[in-house]
């Protein structure tokens, strides 16, 4: 059983609600799931899963969020090694560059980015939807 961290940081829950459903769609191929705060994530623990999604809004000027996630992404991006990971996000008024910089930021650390996902304010169904197959193909 493939085992795979969901780690997220959300401001008004946009994307803790994509988090949940991206852990699902994992949970419903079978996978071992855990669903985890920004800030309670680090290197250390990436050893302990086969494949990881790590979900940020569009914050700042199109950035990642710079109290919580960055510091995280930073400390963790060059120990993902090949393991496959997915990115995810909501976003508002932007176009999603801030997803675009944050995978080329990650392909550029040598990270294995198998999918990423990007939803316009509160996920609807289906986005929702959209979610859960980014955490099947992940599992
Ligand atoms: C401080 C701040 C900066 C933001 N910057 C952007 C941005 O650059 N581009 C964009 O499309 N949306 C931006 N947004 C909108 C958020 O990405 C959007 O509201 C998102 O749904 C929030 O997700 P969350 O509920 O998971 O926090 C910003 C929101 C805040 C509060």
Sequence with gaps: MSKIAVIFWSGTGNTEAMANAVAEGAASKGAEVETIQAADFSATNVSGYDALAFGCPAMGSEELEEGEFQPMWDDVKPELGDKRIALFGSYDWGTGEWMDTWREDAEDAGANVVDTL??????????????????????
């Excluded at 609807?124 to 992940?138: K, M, N, Q, R, V």
């Design 118 to 139: 990007i939803v316009n304010n509160e996920p609807d169904d289906e986005g929702l939807a959209s979610c859960a197959e980014l955490g099947a193909a992940l599992a």
